[in-house]
């Protein structure tokens, strides 16, 4: 009863799904010319990073898919790569390993620590490990079982030897015992006590595997048979109780035994290679199908469920599921070139083939459709369905055929002829029937052949294929140019990159696509082809069919694989809503023995009802899996495995470091190369990467290589990030980074930039201090100069002019005491004595000039102060000192004219008008200043103003400053009313410097 209830189980799993078949999974395989250390393969383990361990008869070694590394095992100090039999992860620096003559050892983050060597256990050769629900460590051994718990090995006695050849010994029966394997066959342990379990009664038949599945079925392998221990009700009973139950008969002793996700249970054999007890029965695959070796050593799923084979002296093999399985000889199809796939409104799949005729894939049986009379050897280049459900058939040089489900009919088009040929067939939406030759397309608007009431278009010319768009017109491509054909009329596409048109597909949007001999596909709109930018990163190879799925992705049949495209990124970059496009692609590692897709029938792609694309390649067809809805659902995360500063990769191994979160470069460090990797075991070579180091580089760079190098970083805080994508998906997977800091030179330093700003303004300090001592020394000879020339001229010429004065003065009283002051002689004299008072008044106005030492100003107000305060000029006179405006600064030379001019008139008002006020009024304007001096004293007329010819040289001497100073003078006077002195000057004037003047600037001080 309980076996007729295992096979009910079966038999309905098999009704739910079909697994695939052996020939359909994508194998690639390692041996010691492709890096693997040893190509004796003995144990297969998974680190909690994905990284792969391997023990080998050369040591132990990780692989990450793609690249082997050594792992170096250091006992007491001494490196030892000695052969190893087993291997137990329990963390990524925890590791158990089983070594072949050194026993256990446990290697750790702080060491290695020989477990067998420290319990008196010497030479021991380790079978393989396994670690049971209570935490408790297994051993095979040379010896036999050992058990290794609370820090203490033991040894289970009276169970014998274990030979080399067995390497899966142990499985819990669930009930807290143990089975295990000896040479001397299957043992129950249980609480202690070891018991013979044979399961079958032929003595040559003995137990050498056990294993437990995740279903919690236990099966044992025998040296011909799978069995199943089927667990026995037995209330009674103090330990579990098995009924053995014969599964399946193999031809060679079971090495290991391994359960997967789907419920099928692998066998690996010590001489007939692989084999799968599933729900379709029993399969296997051994050497004579491409397996490398057909002794199995060990199996292992990882966490992607790829099944990875260890062989004696085969290397390492990887069976995974591909987005794509091939369908041909194989698996029973029995054509060697495919030609066109066509999947029709009732389900069946009609396969076109070059020399073997016509299949159809009814019910999952594949059924010769040839149809009568046709050679077996034609050439099937067309397949089409029309809206009566009628497949049609376009042959070689046979004419066309249709199917109506019954029954099939020939037609002869009569054109048929060795260089003629059937290239493609479309039944329109209005049942019109169109046939692409080599010399044209024939349209039969009755839907048939008819040779009285066809139309041919396009004449001449070699069809290559034809679609009909949303508005009824029909394109028809061919090796010279695309045309389109609406209402009878034919006009042309212009645009296309290249005249030769491969292929032609409608999407569920609406947009046409047309894939030419130049490369990629091209939209088409009205009558102009549109091409996708250069940066959409749109794939460039010929694209021979295309066909859209039902999840809104395009897929393209080239001569280097099937690519697939978003459709709606296709329409955004199209329309310029979008700059790049998400690009797959499928080859030989996706499960395509070919990766050419056949092109010159057509349709050589379709989809089917369920959702499975076929495509036609040259060697047979190929369709895709459930794996291919997956893609781009797992985004592999990036890390960053170590770095180095060691500029050759190859040499990096040894002192590349990991697990730092920050580095500190030493200055002038340069080069330093960073490692990453992402877990991707099933196809390694479909990760894309792209890097960055922030704060160094703008832009993210893509890469296929696992490491990026940086030389001569600026001193500064960086942080280095990689991201990991399948190939052509979005960038939405977790950014690895690590913190990176270069120290920098002294001189790189702020505080030696510090420094020497320091000491550059101490040296300018130093200098301007010691320019100003030289200007100060030299201005002390100047001022000294100009005191020395005040002295002697007070000393000289002031007394000089003193006695002539006193003389002139003299003789006017002689001349007024003899009433002859009105004679030339006493005019001239007066007009001496008075030239005499003006020479004596500008004299003693240069000496004060050259001994003033006070601060120069360029406020004018200022320097007027300074006069004012200087010159009191009694009680008698009221002076009055006004500013109106806001002041401006002047040019010291300008100020210095203005004081004069000021100090001129004031000095005359005093000595000719006798006044009672003075009002000097100082006026800033927009532009210009104004200088007025007025007083209330007796005036003069205007033809006395030009006194120079009388000995008064005042008036002239104020014209001439202004006009030095660019302003204009003004006089107003007249008798008993007054005088008023005014100066105007524009500020452009007032602030350039005076021509053909050398000022000394009278200062010490700064």
């Known amino acids: 009863m309980q076996i007729l209830l295992c096979l009910a189980v079966f038999a309905n799993a098999a009704l739910a799904s079909a697994p695939f078949r052996l020939s359909e999974y994508q194998k690639q395989d390692w041996q010691i010319e492709d890096g693997l250390p040893d190509n004796n393969v003995r144990m297969i383990a998974q680190r909690p990073d994905g990284l792969l361990l391997l023990a080998t008869g050369s040591g132990l070694s990780t692989f990450d898919g793609q690249h082997f590394h050594n792992l170096p095992i250091v006992v007491g100090g001494v490196v030892d790569n000695e052969a190893i039999n087993a291997v137990l992860p329990e963390g990524n620096d925890d590791l158990w390993i089983g070594t072949d003559g050194s026993g256990i050892l446990h290697r750790t983050a702080s060491g290695t620590v020989a477990i067998s060597e420290l319990a008196g256990f010497r030479n021991e050769r380790i079978r393989t490990f396994h670690r049971d629900a209570q935490g408790v460590l297994w051993i095979a051994t040379q010896n036999g079982v050992e058990r290794y ?108 035994l391994l359960g997967d996700a789907a419920g099928d249970l692998w066998m690996g054999t010590r001489h007939d290679g692989v084999w799968r007890f599933s729900v379709d029965g029993l399969s296997h695959w051994n050497s004579h199908n491409g397996l490398p070796d057909d002794a199995i050593r060990t199996l292992f799923l990882d966490d992607e469920q790829n099944l990875w084979v260890g062989m004696l002296s085969g290397g390492l093999s990887r069976w995974h599921k591909g987005a794509l399985a091939p369908f041909g000889e194989p698996e029973g199809f029995h054509a060697s070139y495919a030609a066109s796939v066509f999947s029709d409104s009732r389900g069946d799949l009609w396969l076109g083939s070059w020399g073997n005729g016509l299949f159809r894939r009814h019910n999952g049986q594949i059924i010769p459709a040839n149809p009568p009379g046709m050679p077996i050897s034609a050439a099937i280049r067309a397949l089409a369905e029309d809206r009566k459900g009628q497949i049609w058939i376009g042959t070689w040089f046979n004419g066309i055929y249709s199917y109506d489900g019954h029954s099939y009919r020939h037609y002869l088009l009569g054109n048929e002829s060795p260089g003629n040929a059937v290239s493609s067939i479309l039944a329109d939406s209005h049942g019109g029937l169109w046939v692409g030759t080599y010399t044209g397309v024939l349209y039969f608007p009755q839907g048939r052949p008819d040779q009285q009431k066809r139309q041919q278009f396009v004449e001449t010319k070699l069809i290559t294929c034809l679609i009909e768009d949303r508005d009824g017109s029909v394109l028809v491509g061919t090796s010279n140019g695309l045309y389109r054909v609406l209402d009878g009329t034919v006009s042309e596409v212009s645009g296309l990159p290249h005249p030769y048109v491969l292929s032609l597909v409608l999407d569920s949007g609406g947009y046409l696509w047309a894939g030419t001999k130049a490369g990629g596909i091209v939209a088409i709109r009205q009558d102009r082809a549109i091409a996708l930018p250069p940066s959409a990163n749109a794939p460039s190879l010929p694209v021979n069919t295309a066909t859209e799925d039902q999840d809104g992705h395009l897929w393209l049949g080239t001569y280097r694989g099937i690519v697939r495209l978003t459709v709606a990124e296709l329409h955004a970059t199209i329309d310029g809503r979008q700059h790049q496009l998400s690009v797959v692609t499928l080859g030989k590692a996706d499960g395509m023995r070919s990766s050419e897709c056949a092109g010159s029938s057509k349709p050589s792609s379709t989809l089917q009802p369920d959702g499975t694309l076929w495509f036609a390649t040259t060697k047979s067809f190929v369709h895709t899996t459930n794996i291919a809805e997956k893609l781009g659902a797992i985004s592999p995360a990036a890390t960053i495995t170590g770095w180095t500063l060691s500029n050759d990769p190859d040499a990096a191994d040894s002192t590349a470091r990991a697990g730092d979160s920050r580095i500190e470069l030493e200055a002038g460090q340069p080069d330093i190369l960073f490692f990453f990797n992402a877990k991707m075991l099933s196809n ?45 998906e979005d960038w939405t997977s977790a950014v690895s980074s690590i913190e990176i800091k270069q120290r920098p030179y002294l001189y790189q330093t702020w505080y030696f930039a510090a420094g020497l700003s320091l000491a550059a303004l101490v040296l300018v300090t130093q200098l301007f201090r010691r320019r100003l001592q030289l200007m100060k020394g030299r201005m002390g000879i100047v001022l000294e100069e100009r005191n020395r020339i005040s002295r002697e001229c007070h000393d000289t010429l002031m007394a000089g002019f003193a006695a002539i004065s006193w003389q002139l003065e003299a003789t006017a009283k002689l001349f007024r005491d003899s009433d002859s002051s009105s004679t030339p002689a006493a005019q001239s004299c007066e007009l001496a004595r008075n030239m005499v008072s003006h020479c004596q008044a500008e004299a003693r106005r240069i000496i004060w000039d050259l001994r003033d030492a006070d601060e120069v100003t360029n406020l004018l107000s200022r320097a007027f102060g300074r006069v004012l305060e200087a010159n009191p000029f009694g009680e008698t006179i009221k002076t009055t000192f006004e500013v109106e405006g806001e002041e401006q600064p002047l040019t010291p030379g300008c100020v210095h004219h203005l004081v004069c001019i000021g100090q001129e008139a004031v000095s005359n008002a005093i000595r ?95």
């Open 149 to 256: 718990f609370n820090n203490h090995l033991e040894a289970v006695s009276g169970a014998g030897m274990i030979s080399g050849d067995i390497t899966t010994p142990f499985a819990e029966d669930g009930h807290g015992g143990m089975f295990f394997i000896t040479s001397s066959g299957l043992f129950h342990w249980h609480g202690g006590t070891v018991k013979r379990y044979p399961v079958t009664t032929s003595a040559s038949d003995t137990e050498v595997a056990v294993y437990r599945d995740a279903a919690q079925h236990l099966w044992v392998g025998t040296m011909t048979h799978l069995v199943q221990l089927v667990p026995r009700k037995c209330a009674s009973c103090d330990a579990a109780e098995f009924d053995p139950v014969i599964r399946a008969t193999l031809t060679s002793p079971i090495t290991d």
């Open 684 to 728: 390694p070579s479909h990760v894309e990467y792209r890097y960055r180091l922030s704060g160094y580089d703008a832009e993210w760079t893509n890469t296929g290589a696992h490491a990026a190098r940086y030389r001569r970083l600026p001193p500064g805080s960086y942080r280095f990030e990689v991201q990991a994508r399948a190939g052509g």
């Open 912 to 1006: 000719h008008a006798n006044p009672s006020r003075i009002l000097i009024l100082l006026k800033y304007e927009a532009d210009s200043l104004s200088l007025s001096i007025y007083d209330d004293g007796r005036g003069f007329q205007n033809s006395e103003a030009n006194g120079s010819h009388r000995g008064h040289f005042g008036i002239p001497v104020m014209e001439e400053r202004a006009r030095k100073i660019g302003g204009t003078f003004r006089l107003q006077t007249s008798a008993e009313a007054g005088t008023e002195v005014t100066v105007k000057v524009s500020f452009s004037a007032a602030r350039q410097p005076l021509r053909q003047e050398q000022h000394v600037i009278r200062w010490i001080g700064i």
